[in-house]
C-alpha cells in the first residue's frame, strides 16, 4: 500500500517539473545573456569615465548636453516618420494580400512578399545607397528626362534614411496585419450590412477598430526596431544627422567611454519602456 501512494505521489511531482525542466533553458539563457549585462550596464552608467566612485554625471550629460538631446529628438521624428508610413503602405497591402488575392494564391503572395527579409540588412542598405547616389538610378533618369539639370542630393540625407527603413518595416507590419484580417470573420462585414453600413462606414467602425491589435502590434515593433538600429542611419544617412545608435557607438568607438554609452542606452530602452506602456492595451490580442 505504501508502494502504490508513494508512486502516486511521485506523478504528480514529476508532472509539475516537467513545465520548469522545459523553460529551463529559455530562463537560463534570458539570465545569461540579458539580465545579466543589463546589470553590468546599469553599474556601468553609474561609474566615472576617469574611474571613482557611483555618480549621476554620464545621466545629467544627456540631460545638459544639447546634441545628445537633439539625437534623441532625430531618433523619435524618424521613428515616427518610419512607423507612420510603413502603417499607411502595409494596410492596404495587406487587405488586398486578404481580400483579394483568392485563397489557393495567398501563400505565394506572402512569400513573395517576404522576400526582402531574405536578403542581408546590410546588402539592403548599400542598394539602396547605389540608388540614391548622385549618379544612381533615380538620378539618371531626372537628368536623363530633363526634370533636373543637376543630381539631386538623395543619399547621406534623412529621406535615404527613412526609405531604408520604410523599404524593411512595411513587409514585417503586412504579416501583422494580414495575420490579423484573416482571423475576422465575414459574420462581422454581414451584420453589418444588415444594419445598413456602407463599406466605408464597415470599415471605419468594425473593421478597422477589430484589426487595430495587429496595427499596434507592428507598430510596436517597428518602433522598437527603428529606434535602435545603427546600420541603416550609419549607411544612408552618413553623418549629417546624429540618432541615438550613433550617439552610443560614438562614445564606444571614439572616446571608449562606456559609462556615458551605459547611460545613453539605458535612456534610450526607457523610452522603449514607455512606448510599450502607451500600447499595452493593443498589444494583448484576445481571441474568444
Known amino acids: ?13 514529476a508532472g509539475r517539473a516537467l513545465p520548469w525542466a522545459l523553460v529551463t533553458p529559455a530562463l537560463g539563457w534570458t539570465l545569461l545573456f540579458f539580465v545579466l549585462p543589463f546589470i553590468a550596464m546599469g553599474f556601468s552608467s553609474l561609474t566615472a569615465h576617469e574611474g571613482g566612485g557611483f555618480t549621476l554625471s554620464n545621466y545629467s550629460q544627456f540631460f545638459t548636453n544639447p546634441s545628445y538631446w537633439q539625437a534623441m529628438v532625430n531618433s523619435l521624428q524618424v521613428t515616427a516618420i518610419v512607423t507612420l508610413l510603413s502603417v499607411l503602405l502595409a494596410y492596404p497591402f495587406a487587405w488586398i494580400l486578404a481580400e483579394q488575392v483568392p485563397e489557393r494564391w495567398q501563400r505565394l503572395a506572402l512569400m513573395l512578399a517576404v522576400l526582402p527579409f531574405w536578403t542581408s540588412y546590410v546588402v539592403r542598405s548599400y542598394s539602396w545607397l547605389l540608388v540614391l547616389a548622385q549618379n544612381g538610378v533615380i538620378n539618371r533618369a531626372l537628368t536623363g528626362s530633363g526634370l533636373v539639370a ?32 484573416k482571423q475576422l470573420s465575414p459574420s ?71 559609462p556615458l ?3 545613453l542606452s539605458i535612456i534610450l530602452m526607457a523610452v522603449v519602456t514607455v512606448a510599450y506602456l502607451a500600447c499595452a492595451r493593443w498589444l494583448k490580442i484576445e481571441r474568444a
Open 1 to 13: 500500500m505504501s508502494s502504490n501512494g508513494n508512486s502516486g505521489n511521485a506523478l504528480p511531482r
Open 188 to 258: 462581422y462585414r454581414k451584420a453589418a450590412a444588415d444594419l445598413g453600413a456602407g463599406p466605408v462606414r464597415t470599415f471605419l467602425h468594425v473593421i478597422l477598430p477589430l484589426t487595430l491589435p495587429g496595427i499596434m502590434v507592428g507598430a510596436f515593433l517597428t518602433f522598437v526596431l527603428c529606434i535602435g538600429d545603427y546600420i541603416t542611419p550609419q549607411i544612408l544617412g552618413g553623418n549629417n544627422e546624429l540618432l541615438m545608435p550613433q550617439l552610443v557607438m560614438m562614445q564606444i568607438g571614439r572616446r571608449g567611454d562606456f
Open 150 to 181: 543637376e543630381p539631386l542630393q538623395l543619399a547621406n540625407t534623412r529621406l535615404a534614411t527613412v526609405t531604408g527603413f520604410v523599404h524593411f518595416f512595411v513587409m514585417l507590419l503586412t504579416l501583422t496585419i494580414f495575420a490579423n484580417l
Open 261 to 263: 554609452a551605459s547611460a
